[in-house]
T-cell receptor
Framework: AQSVTQPDIHITVSEGASLELRCNYS??????LFWYVQSPGQGLQLLLK??????LVQGIKGFEAEFKRSQSSFNLRKPSVHWSDAAEYFCAVGAGQAGTALIFGKGTTLSVSS | DAGVTQSPTHLIKTRGQQVTLRCSPK?????VSWYQQALGQGPQFIFQ???????QRGNFPDRFSGHQFPNYSSELNVNALLLGDSALYLC??????????????FGAGSRLTVL
């Protein structure tokens, strides 16, 4: 069955430090992969997506993610975290017809300390 | 450019009642999907509407139904509410016509509390 696992429930990073959020997926075909961010009281915002091609994808707000087929992973990275990055982060894989029904992981809560 | 708008933002119902949630998609989008997000969980896919028809459905009972109107707006209906239906209901729009069906724009959600 298709699934997404985000192993870290909660991560705390110092402001200015680097960040890596882990995501592993289970999907039979070439996956469509996404990272979304959710701030309190707000909907989810797309950070970046991978459909095909270059396995290192750049997103908004300085985020990037690398697709590693051999490891079934799509980890999110940022070289220098800002306090405003504190939020809930969700990894998702596109399933169903044309990959348009997303399966989300349970999310990772990011806290940023000063 | 208005994004996805949902109403109401909060509502409280009692067990057994029925609820209707509404969603207006982002301008230019033709597809509406609904997700349920329980507290501390990731969103779960309920169903997707395109051209006024339900195209895909997740693992949700028939108590959950929907509709899409000619202007692409959508409603989610839940009958015979259970305590476990308490959640944030997210509407997301996208453009299948542009081949970007998986690139979703989410609304802020409707928070349903069932007592």
């Amino acid at each position: 069955a298709q699934s997404v696992t985000q192993p870290d429930i909660h991560i705390t990073v110092s402001e200015g430090a680097s960040l890596e959020l882990r995501c592993n997926y289970s999907y039979g075909a070439t996956p469509y992969l996404f990272w979304y961010v959710q701030s309190p009281g707000q909907g989810l915002q797309l950070l970046l997506k991978y459909f095909s091609g270059d396995t290192l994808v750049q997103g908004i707000k300085g985020f990037e993610a690398e697709f590693k087929r051999s490891q079934s992973s799509f980890n999110l990275r940022k070289p220098s975290v800002h306090w405003s990055d504190a939020a809930e982060y969700f990894c998702a894989v596109g399933a169903g017809q044309a990959g348009t029904a997303l399966i989300f992981g349970k999310g990772t809560t990011l806290s940023v300390s000063s | 450019d208005a994004g996805v708008t949902q109403s109401p933002t909060h509502l409280i119902k009692t067990r057994g009642q029925q609820v209707t949630l509404r969603c207006s998609p982002k301008s230019g989008h033709d597809t509406v999907s609904w997700y349920q997000q329980a507290l501390g969980q990731g969103p779960q896919f309920i169903f997707q509407y395109y051209e006024e028809e339900e195209r895909q459905r997740g693992n949700f009972p028939d108590r959950f139904s929907g509709h899409q109107f000619p202007n692409y707006s959508s409603e989610l209906n839940v009958n015979a509410l259970l305590l476990g239906d308490s959640a944030l209901y997210l509407c997301a729009s996208s453009s299948l016509l542009q081949g970007l069906g998986g690139v979703l724009t989410f609304g802020a959600g409707s928070r349903l509390t069932v007592l």
